[in-house]
Structures are given as structure tokens and as C-alpha cells.
């Protein structure tokens, strides 16, 4: 595994090179990369944002392996990981609300001492310390996706008057560094835990130096600015007559649920599947997020103008090969006759889906769901995402370890038939929908991140 896994890294870095060196002529261009002042206001976003990204992602190589060290079962784990995705529900439904009243720069000063808190813990070998840990890391996350885009969109628009369209410009260019900075994360974390041996707790305090550093930034270069006060329940309710009202919107978020539940579980199984073989796991991470990378460019490659495919095919085909993925791994963690290689393919196939998927989806959504409904909606999505996550975090708890996880691989199989279903159902009901059809010079600005 350790020569696949380097192999395997070296070849999706040297393909994803390739992708953005050809894209090169396509990048976008204009007012809004020369204007200086839009420049200084981006490098003052990108300075706070990426070093929050970074610290967040140093975290997701050995969180599962940092748990195995401290010699708990792989039911215990899965527990803690409940508790964090349970995390991610509640914070997920109050977040915007919070982050409006609170002030998104106060939030985004929060976002670093929370996470810090949560790295803290990761010190401790009490089970009782890891489980705040990991619901800490829950409401980290909920503002690491709310505060900081919110806290950028009010700027733009609000104090400096910049053109509404320049947005694009500012989050295509974070959603590409954004897997750049993945990528590295995932070998510095491999150089703390491994080359210098340092143990898996490592990279957890490495991030502490960055969430600092993105507090320090935020609180000495950013305005403080505030949103309107929603209510929550009137978002909520308005958020499901909309789900109810329109299938398109019904369907889309059966889609979500049980795709995005089914990636949930991938990121609790992998490490589990491979680390018995003694895989570099922050090589064999980079090598996830830059096989995600990849999906991105084809994306954008598929939707340009030569190729002119939509949206809602790329979707379609992202969803069959993660079925396809599944099902190989169905057989190549069966008991007794493991092979860790098929798994690793498999993973990586499922990760270069996520890069196709996460920008069809972002797409879709916005055309689908009218602007003033998306919050709203999006709670309603989470709740069944999370609730199945949480299940089948549950079932692997209850089963034996190596039966269990390949039960665990059947059962994310069928959601991924039912959400093949979903698609084919969507798919008969938006076909003549030209709104839905993406222009051939937007298609490199849907590079979009998961919103989990």
C-alpha cells in the first residue's frame, strides 16, 4: 500500500497540473482581476478563509487513526462520530441566525477559539473530553461554512459597492485553492504524524497556529457587519412548503440526502479499510482530495463550450460510478479476502464523483430553489442526511467489525440505487427545462464546495 499510495499521488497531482495548466486560457478575466481595490479586499478574504481552510482540512487525515490510538473499539468511535454529525444538525438549522446576530466577524473570531478548544481535546484520553471534542468541531464547522462567506457577500455588495458579479470571480478562485490547500494539508499532515514521527495527534496541534493567526487577521483587518434577524421557524416553514410544492425540490433533496449520507459514511469507513495494510494516510488523503480535484476540472472541461454536457447528466454519471465504487468495495472488504488496492481505488473513484458532484448539485440548487427559500430548504436537507449518516454510524456500532463494514458498503449500495432512481425521476421531470441547461462560459464558475 505505501508504493500504490505514492504512486497513486504522483499521478492524480501530475493529472490535476495538467487539467489547470490547460484551463489556463479560460480563467476569467476583466475589470475584476486588474481593479486594485477588489484585489486588496480579496487578499484581505483570502488571507482569514484560507488559513481557517487549512487548519480545518490538517484535521481530516488522522481523526479516525488519533481515536485507534487511544484504544478505542471501533463502536466507541463511531459514537463519537454520531455525536459530531448530530452536532452538525443542530448547529447546521441555528447557524445563519447566529451568525446574523452574533456579527459574522465576532463569528468567524469564534469559529477559531471553538476550533482551537476542539484540537485541545484531542490531548486527552478520556472518552467524555473526545465526545465535546468532536461536538465542538460540529459548531466550528457550521461557521466555518456561514460566517465567513456571509461576512464576504455582505462586504462586496454593502460597504464597497463592488459589481454583483465579481462574486463568481472571489469563490471560483477559493473553491480552486481550496483543493490545493487540501492537497498539502494532507502531506503536512503525513510529515508530522509519519516522517517525523510525531503520532497522530500531530497535525491537531499543528492547526491551533493557524486558527489563531485566522482569528488575529479577522479581528485586526475585517469591519465588523451584521445580517437581518430571520426567524428560524418562519425560514423553516417557508422551507418546506417549498419542498413540498415543487417535486423538482423534492427530489433534488432526496438526491442530496442519500448521496451526501453515503460520503459521510465513506469518510468514517476509509481509514478503518485501509489502515490495516500501513498506508501513509495523509498520502493517501491528498491523493482523495486531489482525485476530487480532478472530478472538478472534468466538470468544467465537460460543461465548456466543446463538450456542452449539462449539468443534470454530470449528476447522473457521478451518482452510477459512486454505485459502481460501492459495489467493488462490497467485495474487496469481504472477510478474509480483503484487497486494499481495489479499496483504494474504489475511494479515490468515489472522491473524483464528489469533485463531479458538488458543482452539478451547487448548480441545480440555485436554479431550482428561489433565492429567499434556500436557507430554509437546506435545513430541511440536512436533517435526513445527517439522520442517515447517523444510522448507519449506529448499525456499524451493533455489527461485528469486518462483517459490519462490508454490510455497512452493501447497505450505502442500495441508497445509491435509490438515489439513482431519484435522478432518473428528476431527470424525466426537468428535460425540456431549459432553465436548467448551463451556459457554455459559466461552466468554469461552478466549482462550488460541499456545503455539509
Given at each position: 500500500?505505501?508504493?500504490?499510495?505514492?504512486?497513486?499521488?504522483?499521478?492524480?497531482?501530475?493529472?490535476?497540473?495538467?487539467?489547470?495548466?490547460?484551463?489556463?486560457?479560460?480563467?476569467?478575466?476583466?475589470?475584476?482581476?486588474?481593479?486594485?481595490?477588489?484585489?486588496?479586499?480579496?487578499?484581505?478574504?483570502?488571507?482569514?478563509?484560507?488559513?481557517?481552510?487549512?487548519?480545518?482540512?490538517?484535521?481530516?487525515?488522522?481523526?479516525?487513526?488519533?481515536?485507534?490510538?487511544?484504544?478505542?473499539?471501533?463502536?466507541?468511535?463511531?459514537?463519537?462520530?454520531?455525536?459530531?454529525?448530530?452536532?452538525?444538525?443542530?448547529?447546521?438549522?441555528?447557524?445563519?441566525?447566529?451568525?446574523?446576530?452574533?456579527?459574522?466577524?465576532?463569528?468567524?473570531?469564534?469559529?477559531?477559539?471553538?476550533?482551537?478548544?476542539?484540537?485541545?481535546?484531542?490531548?486527552?484520553?478520556?472518552?467524555?473530553?473526545?465526545?465535546?471534542?468532536?461536538?465542538?468541531?460540529?459548531?466550528?464547522?457550521?461557521?466555518?461554512?456561514?460566517?465567513?462567506?456571509?461576512?464576504?457577500?455582505h462586504e462586496h455588495?454593502?460597504?464597497?459597492?463592488?459589481?454583483?458579479?465579481?462574486?463568481?470571480?472571489?469563490?471560483?478562485?477559493?473553491?480552486?485553492?481550496?483543493?490545493?490547500?487540501?492537497?498539502?494539508?494532507?502531506?503536512?499532515?503525513?510529515?508530522?504524524?509519519?516522517?517525523?514521527?510525531?503520532?497522530?495527534?500531530?497535525?491537531?496541534?499543528?492547526?491551533?497556529?493557524?486558527?489563531?493567526?485566522?482569528?488575529?487577521?479577522?479581528?485586526?483587518?475585517?469591519?465588523?457587519?451584521?445580517?437581518?434577524?430571520?426567524?428560524?421557524?418562519?425560514?423553516?416553514?417557508?422551507?418546506?412548503?417549498?419542498?413540498?410544492?415543487d417535486r423538482r425540490?423534492?427530489?433534488?433533496?432526496?438526491?442530496?440526502?442519500?448521496?451526501?449520507?453515503?460520503?459521510?459514511?465513506?469518510?468514517?469507513?476509509?481509514?478503518?479499510?485501509?489502515?490495516?495494510?500501513?498506508?501513509?494516510?495523509?498520502?493517501?488523503?491528498?491523493?482523495?482530495?486531489?482525485?476530487?480535484?480532478?472530478?472538478?476540472?472534468?466538470?468544467?472541461?465537460?460543461?465548456?463550450?466543446?463538450?456542452?454536457?449539462?449539468?443534470?447528466?454530470?449528476?447522473?454519471?457521478?451518482?452510477?460510478?459512486?454505485?459502481?465504487?460501492?459495489?467493488?468495495?462490497?467485495?474487496?472488504?469481504?472477510?478474509?479476502?480483503?484487497?486494499?488496492?481495489?479499496?483504494?481505488?474504489?475511494?479515490?473513484?468515489?472522491?473524483?464523483?464528489?469533485?463531479?458532484?458538488?458543482?452539478?448539485?451547487?448548480?441545480?440548487?440555485?436554479?431550482?430553489?428561489?433565492?429567499?427559500d434556500q436557507v430554509?430548504?437546506?435545513?430541511?436537507?440536512?436533517?435526513?442526511?445527517?439522520?442517515?449518516?447517523?444510522?448507519?454510524?449506529?448499525?456499524?456500532?451493533?455489527?461485528?467489525?469486518?462483517?459490519?463494514?462490508?454490510?455497512?458498503?452493501?447497505?450505502?449500495?442500495?441508497?445509491?440505487?435509490?438515489?439513482?432512481?431519484?435522478?432518473?425521476?428528476?431527470?424525466?421531470?426537468?428535460?425540456?427545462?431549459?432553465?436548467?441547461?448551463?451556459?457554455?462560459?459559466?461552466?468554469?464558475?461552478?466549482?462550488?464546495?460541499?456545503?455539509?
Amino acid at each position: 500500500m505505501l508504493f500504490t499510495a505514492y504512486v497513486a499521488f504522483a499521478v492524480l497531482l501530475a493529472l490535476c497540473m495538467g487539467l489547470e495548466f490547460s484551463a489556463c486560457r479560460a480563467k476569467l478575466t476583466g475589470s475584476a482581476c486588474t481593479n486594485p481595490a477588489f484585489l486588496r479586499f480579496q487578499m484581505d478574504y483570502y488571507q482569514v478563509y484560507f488559513l481557517a481552510l487549512a487548519a480545518d482540512w490538517l484535521q481530516g487525515p488522522y481523526l479516525y487513526k488519533l481515536y485507534q490510538h487511544y484504544h478505542f473499539l471501533e463502536g466507541q468511535i463511531a459514537i463519537i462520530y454520531v455525536c459530531g454529525f448530530a452536532s452538525s444538525v443542530l448547529f447546521g438549522l441555528v447557524s445563519t441566525s447566529l451568525v446574523d446576530w452574533l456579527g459574522r466577524k465576532k463569528s468567524c473570531i469564534l469559529f477559531s477559539l471553538t476550533y482551537s478548544v476542539c484540537c485541545l481535546t484531542k490531548l486527552s484520553w478520556d472518552y467524555f473530553v473526545l465526545v465535546v471534542g468532536r461536538i465542538l468541531g460540529g459548531l466550528s464547522t457550521a461557521l466555518l461554512f456561514s460566517a465567513f462567506e456571509a461576512w464576504y457577500m455582505h462586504e462586496h455588495v454593502e460597504r464597497h459597492d463592488f459589481p454583483a458579479e465579481w462574486i463568481s470571480a472571489t469563490f471560483s478562485r477559493a473553491a480552486f485553492w481550496n483543493n490545493i490547500i487540501a492537497i498539502g494539508a494532507g502531506v503536512t499532515a503525513n510529515f508530522f504524524a509519519e516522517w517525523l514521527g510525531l503520532g497522530p495527534v500531530a497535525p491537531f496541534m499543528v492547526s491551533i497556529p493557524f486558527l489563531m493567526l485566522t482569528g488575529i487577521f479577522a479581528m485586526k483587518n475585517w469591519d465588523e457587519n451584521y445580517g437581518k434577524q430571520r426567524a428560524l421557524s418562519k425560514s423553516c416553514v417557508d422551507g418546506l412548503k417549498c419542498l413540498l410544492s415543487d417535486r423538482r425540490v423534492l427530489l433534488l433533496g432526496t438526491i442530496q440526502a442519500l448521496f451526501e449520507s453515503v460520503i459521510y459514511i465513506f469518510i468514517f469507513l476509509w481509514t478503518p479499510v485501509l489502515d490495516p495494510h500501513n498506508p501513509p494516510l495523509g498520502i493517501v488523503f491528498s491523493s482523495f482530495m486531489a482525485a476530487s480535484m480532478v472530478g472538478s476540472s472534468l466538470y468544467r472541461i465537460a460543461t465548456s463550450k466543446r463538450y456542452h454536457l449539462q449539468p443534470m447528466h454530470i449528476l447522473s454519471l457521478s451518482v452510477l460510478m459512486v454505485f459502481f465504487s460501492l459495489f467493488m468495495l462490497t467485495f474487496s472488504t469481504n472477510p478474509g479476502q480483503e484487497n486494499p488496492s481495489e479499496s483504494f481505488l474504489a475511494f479515490l473513484l468515489i472522491e473524483l464523483c464528489c469533485g463531479l458532484y458538488f458543482p452539478a448539485m451547487g448548480f441545480l440548487r440555485r436554479k431550482v430553489i428561489p433565492e429567499k427559500d434556500q436557507v430554509g430548504v437546506m435545513n430541511w436537507f440536512r436533517i435526513p442526511l445527517n439522520l442517515l449518516a447517523c444510522f448507519g454510524m449506529l448499525i456499524l456500532h451493533d455489527s461485528d467489525y469486518k462483517t459490519g463494514t462490508r454490510n455497512m458498503f452493501t447497505v450505502c449500495s442500495v441508497m445509491m440505487v435509490m438515489a439513482l432512481l431519484a435522478v432518473v425521476s428528476l431527470f424525466t421531470v426537468v428535460r425540456n427545462n431549459a432553465e436548467l441547461r448551463v451556459p457554455s462560459s459559466q461552466g468554469q464558475n461552478e466549482l462550488s464546495s460541499p456545503e455539509l
